[in-house]
Structures are given as C-alpha cells and as structure tokens.
C-alpha cells in the first residue's frame, strides 16, 4: 500500500526546494559578508524561507511513508532546477546538459531505490 | 575574453559547488546521528555533539553553495551537488556498515557521468570564441 498523499508531498516538497534554488541564485549574485545589505537581500531571504518550507513538508511526507520509496524523489528537484534555471534564469540547456541531468536522476535512484 | 572570464568562474563554481558536497555529506551523517533518540530540552541539545557538528556543516556548506551561484549557473552548480548522495554511501558502508549492492555502484558510476557530463558544458565557451555554434 503506497501512501500517494506522502508521494504528493514530497513531489511538491521537492518543487518548493527547486524555486527555492533560483531565488538563492538571484539571491547569491548579490552576496556578500556584510549583513546590512543581505538584510536587504529579498531573494536570498525568499530562497531561504522556501527551502525551510520544502524541508517541513518533505519531512512531514517523510513521516507517512517509507524512506526507501521517499528518498529516491528527491532526485526530482534536479529535474525541476533544470526547467526552472532555464525558464527563470535565461541559463542555455543544451541536449547535453539534458543528458547530464538524466543521468543523475537515474544515479540518484539507482543509490537510494537499491540500498543493501 | 568574456568567454574566458566565464569559463574561469564556472571551473571556480564547480570547485566550490564540490567542496559543498564534502560538508553537506557529513552533515546529513552527522543530523541522521543527531536525531535519532533526540533529547528535546535545551540543554540535551547543547551536549548533542553530533547535531550541533551536523548544524555547523550544513551553515558552511550553504555559505559554499551560495558562493558557487554567485560564479556560475544554476544548472551548473545543482547537478554538482547531487555529488552529496555518492560520499552519503560511501561513509554509510564505511562508518555504518551498509553494503553497497552492484546496482548502487552503478548508481555512482551514473551520476558522475551525469555530473562530468553537466559540467562539460563549461567548454562550451571555447567553440562559441571561435564561432563554432554550441549544442
């Protein structure tokens, strides 16, 4: 019995996580150590706060269902990162980067799924 | 020479985006340590050596992230970080002693490539200088 609500979950938990990113890219381009101008960094703080949200409903996600069926979704994020850089970030994917980011969803489930 | 400039701060944002990858894998060992059986009062958290050392490399590890995008792409950097799941198995079979099935090796293999494949793209400034379209 898969518990498709913890799925849901997570799937959103990871999108969250994903957006979260392309604020902290926005966000980073501005970075420096000097506290008064990150206070007036609004995407480094909006990433922050989404990737603190992504972390809540992925744990809650977490606590409904197994580890060994949860784990492996996380791979996701790298799939919505590279929509995401490319729709928001004006980044280049090229087939090759596609491939790339293939591979390590493959990777990623390929570790976690088959853990001895 | 923007070209140049750009391909300098992409190999700068993948060496950073890796030595993210070496603090955020031990932090996740040492959290899943941490949490396990966790004393929720205040000064159970100040003797919990293992969260407080999970907390402090997952702080440095965001700091390196955050360098690695001010240098380089999104698409860049991401891929890098999944770099975190091999050393996750690794120190797991080692520190833990899980196995690591043949499937999960090849999982390693695989991502890898995926990573040196997502980084490749960083020569792709040098065939755009000399007029070669890029993919």
């Known amino acids: 019995m898969i518990n498709w609500f913890a799925i849901l979950l997570v799937v959103i938990g990871t999108l969250i996580g994903a ?17 008064l101008d990150q206070l007036r960094n609004t995407n480094l703080q909006a990433g922050m706060v989404l990737f603190f949200i992504s972390a809540i409903v992925y744990i809650y996600g977490l606590s409904l269902e197994r580890l060994s069926l949860i784990y ?21 994917m090229s087939p090759r980067k596609w491939l790339g980011i293939l591979l390590i969803v493959i990777g990623i489930f390929m570790i976690t799924y088959f853990a001895g | 020479m923007k070209n140049q400039m750009k391909n ?8 950073l985006a890796f030595l993210c990858t070496l603090c955020t894998a031990p932090a996740q060992f040492f959290l899943k340590l941490g949490t396990t059986n ?10 919990n050596t293992p969260l407080i050392l999970g907390i402090i490399f997952y702080t440095i590890g965001s700091v390196l992230m955050i360098f690695a995008l001010k240098f380089g792409d999104l698409s860049l ?15 797991s079979s080692i520190f833990l002693k899980e196995t690591i099935s043949i499937v999960q090796w090849i999982g390693i293999i695989v991502i890898i490539l995926g990573v040196m494949i ?3 793209s960083i020569k792709q400034g040098v065939g755009a200088k000399r007029g070669v379209k890029s993919d």
């Open chain 2, 38 to 47: 966790i004393e929720l009062s205040f000064q159970g958290i100040m003797q």
């Open chain 1, 19 to 35: 957006v979260g990113s392309v604020f902290m890219k926005k966000g980073a381009v501005k970075f420096n150590f000097n506290p």
């Open chain 2, 8 to 15: 300098q701060n992409s190999r700068l944002a993948f060496l």
């Open chain 2, 118 to 120: 997502s980084g490749l």
């Open chain 2, 77 to 91: 950097v991401y891929p890098t970080i999944s770099l975190a799941f091999i050393w996750v198995a690794l120190t």
């Open chain 1, 72 to 92: 492996p979704l996380t791979s996701l994020t790298y799939l919505w990162v590279a929509f995401l850089s490319a729709r928001f970030l004006g980044e280049k």
